[in-house]
């Protein structure tokens, strides 16, 4: 036992002048590393706790005020440390946000720590995901369906929320965009978009024939840029116009009529000069339909199309081009003027794809189409006459 203890004295001073404490109870004085709790306020994952609390407390907050406009503030401990973290780190934290009182996807974190920051369960849907469910967004789920014409199936496209591709045994027939019916995504639809901003003017009437559905996106393209426009469109498989109507919005009106058919038995029974412009789209895998391919059947587009009205025709094929060879000299039987487009590296020869006829009793814009097509996301070119002349 120290004596100067006994006696009541202080501990005699250390060597550099200064007292010596007493020794603290380890029980009723636990020793504070202030260094060590500093450096824990330091860290990333403190911070993010941080940030989540005060973000899940101002979220909190706000549905109470939103509620119940006359209710107070929440006065407990957890929610002033989380309000004057915000106030500290208002970038951080994200407080204030209207964005994010709002209601977005759920920050990771545990359950309980998710509980205590006012955050619901990772497993249910908050506002924001449910709205999205309702337009067709992130939880839309694949479609697939049985048919006559093959197995249909619609994947989501992770990207675009609103994106749909359609899929007939495995090859793509068709790309909708549910919240932008502008958008072409397929490179070919993109080409066939980019010749009917030459094709058919704003603000004028026009009666247009689809000879060919598939994910009906060139008709809500042209009912989205020119609503004056009336389009017909003949679909021989129901399965397909059904799939369309229950998962891709697809809506009939007055300007938009939607026939299950045969597109060649339409046309015969269509009166003369019904139409100013007919686009042949029509596919069994990756052929033409026959009956859509012969003579007389361009002889009967040309009867039902108006003076001066044009016929855009889609067939694929691939080097030496022989199907295209003779859809050329097929056309050139039936109309004055003919001309082809498709990708550079079709038209040039190196991969089989797309190539698209235009034919017409009348010249054809091929200047004006020519720099359309030149641009955009899917850049073409028109096939050489030379190269057409010896196809015809």
């Keep these: 036992m120290d004596?100067?203890?006994?006696?009541?004295?202080?501990p005699p001073a250390d060597r550099r002048g200064r007292r010596a404490r007493r020794p603290r109870h380890p029980e009723r004085h636990p020793r504070v590393d202030r260094r060590a709790d500093r450096r824990r306020a330091r860290s990333p994952g403190h911070r993010r706790r941080t940030c989540v609390a005060a973000r899940g407390a101002e979220r909190l907050a706000a549905?109470?005020?939103?509620?119940?406009?006359?209710?107070p503030r929440p006065r407990c401990a957890a929610a002033r440390r989380a309000r004057a973290a915000a106030a500290r780190h208002p970038r951080r934290c994200g407080a204030g946000r209207r964005r994010r009182d709002r209601g977005g996807p759920p920050a990771g974190g545990r359950r309980g720590r998710r509980a205590r920051a006012g955050l619901p369960r990772p497993g249910r849907l908050t506002v924001a995901r449910r709205a999205a469910a309702r337009r067709g967004g992130r939880q839309a789920e694949p479609v697939r369906v049985e048919s006559g014409v093959g197995t249909l199936e619609l994947q989501p496209d992770?990207?675009?929320?609103?994106g749909r591709l359609l899929l007939i045994d495995g090859l793509a027939h068709g790309y909708v965009d549910l919240d932008d019916p502008t958008h072409l995504e397929l490179d070919y639809v993109a080409r066939i978009g980019a010749a009917l901003e030459v094709l058919v003017p704003r603000g004028g009437p026009a009666d247009v024939l689809h000879l060919g559905g598939g994910a009906f996106s060139l008709p809500r393209y042209l009912a989205s840029t020119?609503?004056?426009?009336?389009?017909?469109?003949?679909?021989?498989?129901?399965?397909?116009?059904?799939?369309?109507?229950k998962h891709l919005r697809l809506r009939r009106g007055e300007r938009l009529s939607v026939l299950q058919a045969d597109g060649a038995a339409v046309v015969r029974k269509s009166p003369d000069d019904a139409f100013d412009l007919v686009l042949g789209d029509a596919?069994?895998?990756t052929e033409t339909p026959p009956a859509m391919a012969t003579g007389a059947f361009a002889a009967e587009v040309a009867r039902v199309l108006r003076p001066g009205g044009r016929y855009l025709l889609n067939v694929v094929d691939q080097p030496p081009w022989p199907f295209a060879a003779q859809q050329a000299g097929?056309?050139?039987?039936?109309?004055?003027?003919?001309?082809?487009?498709g990708g550079r590296d079709v038209v040039r020869g190196r991969h089989a794809g797309n190539v698209l006829f235009l034919a017409s009793d009348r010249p054809l814009p091929a200047d004006a189409l020519a720099r359309r097509i030149a641009g955009g996301a899917h850049p073409a070119e028109l096939v050489p006459a030379e190269r057409l002349a010896g196809w015809g």
């Design 158 to 162: 992770r990207a675009r929320p609103g």
């Design 3 to 10: 004596r100067r203890a006994a006696r009541g004295l202080p």
């Design 330 to 341: 097929v056309l050139r039987h039936a109309f004055a003027h003919v001309l082809a487009f």
């Design 226 to 245: 020119r609503p004056q426009v009336h389009q017909t469109v003949v679909e021989r498989s129901g399965a397909v116009i059904r799939l369309a109507e």
């Design 283 to 285: 596919f069994v895998g």
């Design 63 to 71: 549905l109470r005020r939103r509620r119940h406009p006359r209710a």
